[in-house]
């Protein structure tokens, strides 16, 4: 059973101060924040609908647009740029054939770069679904891509 913008909303007992966690709660639940689940969320919670756009804007964590199953989050912070980051991600991009920030036709896979995942002394890191893949290389990328296809 797919979990509702009013399963959501009824779980927080329509408080308003609980917006971000209503709003983490759609993302998980479909993987992005659809227009419609937002209007109908400053509707029932009796707040601006400019209010909610502007918390589903202030976080980079939520998205407007649809995500692929799996997340693929490529760190090009200092320490894992100077480890060959850039190389990483661009195979990535040659295997699933999007760029970063896009999500493959199929809705499987999204790409994205993160300036600092905070694991620089596993550099350069990879995190697929929040589990982190340490030491990567290019090479690697075709081992890691086989978990998740």
Do not use: W
Request: overall charge negative; glycine content about 6%.
């Amino acid at each position: 059973m797919e979990t509702t913008i009013k399963d959501i909303i009824a779980k927080y007992s329509a408080d308003p101060s609980q917006i971000i966690a209503m709003l983490q709660d759609l993302q998980a639940a479909k993987r992005y924040l659809p227009e419609e689940d937002l209007r109908e969320l400053a509707v029932v919670l009796e707040i601006p609908l400019a209010k909610v756009y502007r918390v589903a804007t202030f976080f980079k964590a939520f998205s407007l647009e649809p995500k692929g199953e799996h997340i693929i989050n490529v760190c090009v912070g200092t320490a894992c740029h100077v480890r060959g980051a850039g190389r990483i991600l661009d195979e990535l991009e040659r295997q699933l054939q999007i760029a970063n920030g896009e999500t493959t036709a199929d809705q499987k896979f999204s790409l994205e770069t993160v300036n600092c995942l905070g694991a620089c002394a596993l550099g350069p890191v990879v995190v697929v679904d929040q589990e982190y893949h340490g030491d990567m290389t290019p090479g690697q990328v075709d081992k890691l891509m086989e978990n998740y296809r």
